[in-house]
Nanobody, 125 residues
Framework: QVQLVESGGGLVQTGGSLRLSCAASGRTSSNYAVAWFRQAPGREREFVAH????????LYTESVKGRFRITRDNAKNMVWLQMNSLKPEDTAVYYC??????????????????WGPGTQVTVSS
């Protein structure tokens, strides 16, 4: 089992920045991808960003490209999501997620088996 815990959410004004953290514990290994998803009120959970196990490849949803950056440090079992130029439409609960194995589709939440409880991000206009 892998436990994931997010932190770093909060209230920020439009144009501001936040850095979300995802800490992994339990039966961890550096050999897994990690993704961030988010869910706004009344909407389905959506993919935000993905990073491969060695940090060598990242993917983003179109709406956050150029504003968000996902990074990881396997020695610390940590993944971060740096969010800049935040907009009110970025308001959501943000979740980090990891799969139990390989394969799956990076932007499909069904590909992920381990989820954190989420951290709230609110961007005021």
């Amino acid at each position: 089992q892998v436990q994931l815990v997010e932190s770093g959410g909060g209230l920020v004004q439009t144009g501001g920045s936040l850095r979300l953290s995802c800490a992994a514990s339990g039966r961890t290994s550096s050999n897994y991808a990690v993704a961030w998803f988010r869910q706004a009120p009344g909407r389905e959970r959506e993919f935000v960003a993905h990073i491969v196990w060695n940090g060598g490849g990242t993917l983003y949803t179109e709406s956050v490209k150029g504003r968000f950056r996902i990074t990881r440090d396997n020695a610390k079992n940590m993944v971060w999501l740096q969010m800049n130029s935040l907009k009110p439409e970025d308001t959501a609960v943000y979740y980090c997620a990891a799969p139990s194995g390989f394969g799956g589709t990076y932007d499909d939440e069904r590909s992920y088996d381990y989820w954190g409880p989420g951290t709230q991000v609110t961007v005021s206009s």
